[in-house]
């Protein structure tokens, strides 16, 4: 017999999905989830804010309510109150996922590779989009070390010594991982996507410069190519879900929090409704993005600043729920908090004129 449901792909808005169906003893019928390589999300790491009536959901392994972003002439430093800033393995993720679906009867993981739409009641898709359809692209390479004595860093450094490029903006990002572990990524904004191995070579060189007298060791590595907007739409083979189901942030690239609580939604409207309904976006937060996404595209030069203006004129608190996009009440905060003119010109399409 046909699945009831059909999960393509096993990443984190695949495994996502499955999970929360495995909270329901009883399924009205069999779910399967294809995926070549399960072990690749392991490689990853996912970071996001939260509030105290979160965190038992998300379950983030660290978290600082300290978080910075810096130029090459100012630095702001954010300490919040309501949110914090969490971070989450993609090893720790898929150890939990798994070991939920392997213990509901009716869910199953099959390493496998399909190339045509399966039969199925419901069918979801998590396929990555290609690259040539993004409009931008979030490209980063990390690096997580561990070192012989406690590298002093407390806070989250979101975007550390901004900088605009030929295509767009650099910069780089330091995530503590306990007091001797450290994630170090650089990443940029860019019209095209970056070259890993030049941004490995920046990562390197920061680690040099700045812990020179601090032995460490390499534990992993990671690299990706995030869409922030799409050009054109993709094909999907049923409901899409994560970045092809527009889950992820386009202004950012944030979209574990979206992923974890749309895809527990379209569980339990399966289950007690057997209905599938894709996840849709504001109208509010596509717009905003798709402003500073032309920003970026037709006027890098200028995103530092209106990013250090925005981060210094906002709370801390606030600032976390605009780049979450909680509420449209928190595009209204950020607009007060940014320089009028690049805005109103970007809204004109005068970009020359900022």
């Known amino acids: 017999m046909d699945p009831w449901v059909h999960i393509i792909g096993g990443g984190l808005s695949g495994l996502s999905l499955a999970s929360s169906l495995a909270?329901?003893?009883?399924?009205?019928?069999?779910?399967?989830?294809s995926e070549p390589n399960p072990e690749a999300l392991a490689s990853k790491t996912f970071s996001f804010w939260f509030s105290g009536d979160e965190e038992a959901f998300l379950r983030p392994e660290y978290s600082s309510s300290r978080w910075t972003l810096s130029d090459e002439n100012h630095r702001v430093v954010h300490q919040g109150t309501r949110f914090q800033y969490g971070t989450r393995s993609g090893d720790h993720f898929l150890d939990s996922a798994l070991q939920e679906i392997h213990n509901h009867s009716q869910i199953?993981?099959?390493?496998?590779?399909?190339?045509?739409?399966?039969?199925?009641t419901h069918c979801f898709d998590s396929r990555p989009c290609a690259?040539?359809?993004?409009?931008?692209?979030?490209s980063f390479a990390g690096m997580e070390v561990i070192f012989d004595q406690p590298h002093g860093m407390s806070e989250a450094g979101l975007m550390e010594r901004m900088r605009p490029t030929d295509s767009?903006?650099?910069?780089?990002?330091?995530?503590?991982?306990?007091?001797?572990?450290?994630?170090?990524?650089h990443t940029e904004f860019t019209a095209r996507p970056a070259d890993f191995s030049a941004l490995a070579a920046l990562n390197d060189r920061y680690l040099s410069q700045e812990f020179a007298n601090k032995p460490y060791q390499l534990v992993r590595t990671e690299a990706a190519h995030i869409p922030m907007g799409f050009k054109q739409r993709a094909q999907h083979w049923g409901i899409p879900l994560g970045a092809r189901g527009g889950m992820t942030r386009d202004a950012t690239g944030y979209g574990y929090r979206t992923i974890r609580y749309a895809c527990d939604q379209i569980a339990a409207d399966l289950v007690k409704y057997d209905v599938a309904r894709p996840f849709r976006r504001s109208?509010?937060?596509?717009?905003?993005?798709?402003?500073?996404?032309?920003?970026i595209e037709n006027r890098p030069d200028i995103i530092p600043q209106i990013l250090m203006q925005i981060?210094?004129?906002?709370?801390?608190?606030r600032f976390a729920a605009f780049m979450m996009m909680r509420s449209p009440s928190d595009l209204i905060h950020m607009l007060r908090a940014a320089p009028a003119k690049p805005f109103t010109c970007a809204l004109l399409g005068r970009y020359r004129w900022i």
């Open 23 to 33: 909270r329901f003893d009883d399924l009205p019928g069999r779910v399967v989830i």
């Open 108 to 120: 199953d993981l099959v390493h496998e590779f399909i190339d045509t739409r399966p039969k199925a």
């Open 131 to 138: 690259v040539d359809t993004f409009q931008l692209t979030q």
């Open 168 to 185: 767009g903006l650099q910069f780089v990002y330091l995530l503590p991982l306990g007091p001797d572990k450290l994630l170090i990524e």
């Open 283 to 295: 109208a509010v937060t596509t717009w905003a993005d798709r402003l500073f996404l032309n920003l």
């Open 311 to 317: 981060s210094h004129r906002m709370t801390p608190d």
